[in-house]
């Protein structure tokens, strides 16, 4: 299922920085999470990242991967994979690809092309072709080799769509991507011939202690629509004033399937 967004919208490095921020107000640390889940496979192996965004994954990867080791990033944004290659010193080699995930057929045809670890966090449901994607990442991985998937589970957000379902449409592929894109990539993934599947979840809530902090990230989200702007907020703000604050659930699975 394909987002109504615009591409401008998908690859905007702004945006993208504006919604990892309220990250830094959430009940339980995303990045130690993830640190805690990084599969055993070799370190000084090769590493994957689709939708690398500006790499704020290899750069936790690179706390425990040796220096023999080689990074690949893959994103549509070239001004988010500039901010990746500006702020990246770490000593495994980093190499960056301005692409889709539709071009990973593309990569089978290079020599030494295959990884220990093919990982994407919150971006794979942005792919033409799941089916197919899952297939390639297979073909490009080594035996014993890791794809390794972060994304939403049901009950993400659901303290704001609360709020803006009656009073604007919600696109059919958000509702797929909070309540179906995972499952789909566990059926698939069987069905490729993923031999084991190790999932895990953290359920967290990010808090947000003014109105204004709320709309800031709502307005660099895919769920923004002008002309609600006052209504939102005013709604938000009863919830601060009963409450104290306003809290979004950030409901996380990771999947990780070994070939």
């Not at 297979?138 to 993400?156: E, M, R």
């Amino acid at each position: 299922m394909q987002t109504k967004a615009s591409d401008k919208e998908i690859q905007s490095a702004n945006m993208l920085k504006a919604r990892m921020s309220a990250n830094n107000k959430a009940l339980k640390d995303f990045d130690e999470w993830c640190f805690q889940q990084i599969p055993e496979i070799s370190l000084h192996g090769k590493v994957l990242d689709l939708g690398c965004g500006n790499g704020k994954q290899l750069h936790l990867f690179s706390r425990i991967f040796s220096d023999k080791s080689t990074f690949f990033g893959l994103d549509l944004s070239n001004d988010s994979l500039q901010d990746l290659r500006s702020s990246y010193q770490s000593p495994p080699e980093l190499q960056l690809v301005e692409g889709s995930f539709d071009m990973l057929d593309s990569l089978k045809e290079l020599e030494g092309f295959s990884f220990d670890l093919i990982y994407a966090a919150y971006a794979l449901y942005y792919t033409k072709d799941l089916k197919k994607l899952i297939k390639d990442v297979y073909d490009l991985l080594k035996p014993g080799g890791i794809f390794w998937v972060i994304g939403p589970d049901s009950g993400t957000n659901q303290e704001f769509l609360n709020i803006i379902r009656p009073l604007h449409e919600v696109e059919d592929f958000m509702d797929y991507v909070f309540d179906r894109f995972m499952p789909e990539v566990v059926e698939l993934g069987t069905q490729q011939g993923f031999n084991s599947i190790k999932p895990s979840m953290l359920r967290n809530k990010v808090f947000f202690p003014s109105a204004d902090a709320f709309m800031a990230y709502l307005s660099n989200s895919l769920f923004y629509r002008p002309g609600y702007d006052e209504e939102i907020k005013g709604q938000v703000q009863a919830v601060i004033d009963r409450e104290g604050v306003f809290a979004v659930s950030k409901h996380i699975m990771s999947i990780q399937l070994r070939k």
